[in-house]
Nanobody, 116 residues
Framework: QVQLVESGGGLVQTGGSLRLSCAASGRISSFNYMAWYRQVPGKQRELVAGIANDDSTNYGDSVKGRFTISRDNAKNTVYLQMNSLKPEDTAVYYC??????????WGQGTQVTVSS
């Protein structure tokens, strides 16, 4: 069983920054892939950014150049640094982890609101 605890969401003005954190715990030695997704009401959940355990990353097109994902393997924590935030970034952000041969897990979500 894996537990994910997210933090760092909140309200910010356009152009501002936020940093999300997601700490993973459980009897898992390593997490193969860690990512952030986001969802707004009435739309599908979309990938924001992901990072594998070799530190390779992938980003959604709308956040490239503004968001940066990183991970601390010693702490089993993934971070999302969000800069130059726009109102269209407003969403619930979910942490996601994949452990090969075990399963995938979602966090409870954290609200990010960007005011214009």
């Amino acid at each position: 069983q894996v537990q994910l605890v997210e933090s760092g969401g909140g309200l910010v003005q356009t152009g501002g920054s936020l940093r999300l954190s997601c700490a993973a715990s459980g009897r898992i030695s390593s997490f193969n892939y860690m990512a952030w997704y986001r969802q707004v009401p009435g739309k599908q959940r979309e990938l924001v950014a992901g990072i594998a355990n070799d530190d390779s990353t992938n980003y959604g097109d709308s956040v490239k150049g503004r968001f940066t994902i990183s991970r601390d393997n010693a702490k089993n924590t993934v971070y999302l640094q969000m800069n130059s935030l726009k109102p269209e970034d407003t969403a619930v952000y979910y942490c996601y982890v994949l452990v090969i041969s075990v399963g995938n897990y979602w966090g409870q979500g954290t609200q990010v609101t960007v005011s214009s």
